[in-house]
């Protein structure tokens, strides 16, 4: 299957700081990106998907100007929470579909830790 | 809006022995998709299989193989001859075919295998 990298994948941040999560297709290319929030010990929930060259769909109740996120190129999306605070907190995952796949691929995640 | 249920918190089997998950999925269109992944403490997101919703015959994936009840909207998973390596949550997720591309997951199923 194809490989999804995710970087960094521990942080730890100062509230109030900004910090880039970013989001790799390393052997394809990928045309939708996806990106998960993960609570512990509870599901998946879908933040927002994005379109290369596009600009992101957010989903409902996910503040645009706190998640910002960019698809720059068929191989990279970075989600960036800015002035990040305690509740910012938690487990983000990327995932990836491009036209040559019929399913998602997943990042191995990214723990953000805010201070 | 689709909605995936799964009502099995926690299972646990021994090992080599069988085991079945439960989905139920709540949705008005006739073409889907239906995937069941795996998330083992690494958090690192694996498909174990997926359904196509137009297929009658159900998938199977060596010890993993399905049962798909199109009309009653059910999708089970039978994990056959459980290994420790089993461990791990289990999510159920629902994709709707030509459309956002979008999984919506179940609440998820943690399940222990016993040596």
């Known amino acids: 299957g194809a490989v999804v990298s995710q970087h960094p994948s521990w942080v730890i941040c100062k509230s109030g700081t900004s910090v880039k999560i970013e989001c790799r297709s390393l052997?394809?290319?990928?045309?939708?990106m996806f990106w998960y929030r993960q609570f512990p010990k509870q599901s998946l929930m879908l933040m927002a998907t994005?379109?290369?060259?596009?600009?992101?769909?957010?989903e409902q109740g996910v503040e645009k100007d706190k998640f910002l996120i960019n698809h720059a190129s068929l191989t990279l999306s970075t989600l960036t929470v800015t002035s990040a605070h305690p509740e910012d907190s938690s487990f983000y995952i990327c995932?990836?579909?491009?036209?040559?796949?019929?399913?998602?691929?997943f990042g191995p995640g990214t723990r953000l830790t805010v201070l | 809006a689709q909605t995936v249920t799964q009502s099995q918190p926690e299972m646990s089997v021994q090992e080599a022995e069988t085991v079945t998950l439960s989905c139920t999925y709540d949705?008005?269109?006739?073409?889907?998709?239906l995937f069941w992944y795996k998330q083992p403490p690494s958090r690192q997101m694996i498909l174990v299989i997926r359904?196509?919703?137009?297929?009658?015959q159900n998938a199977t994936e060596n010890r993993f193989s399905v049962n798909f009840q199109k009309a009653a909207k059910s999708f089970s998973l039978k994990i056959s001859d459980s290994q420790l390596g089993d461990t791990a949550m289990y999510f159920c997720?629902?994709?709707?075919?030509?459309?956002?591309?979008?999984?919506?997951f179940g609440k998820g199923t943690k399940l222990t295998v016993n040596p």
């Open positions: 995932s990836a579909r491009g036209d040559a796949y019929n399913e998602q691929f």
């Open positions: 052997d394809f290319q990928a045309t939708t």
């Open positions: 994005s379109n290369e060259g596009s600009k992101a769909t957010y």
């Open positions: 949705t008005s269109e006739s073409n889907y998709y």
């Open positions: 359904q196509e919703a137009y297929k009658q």
């Open positions: 997720a629902f994709e709707s075919q030509g459309g956002s591309e979008k999984l919506v």
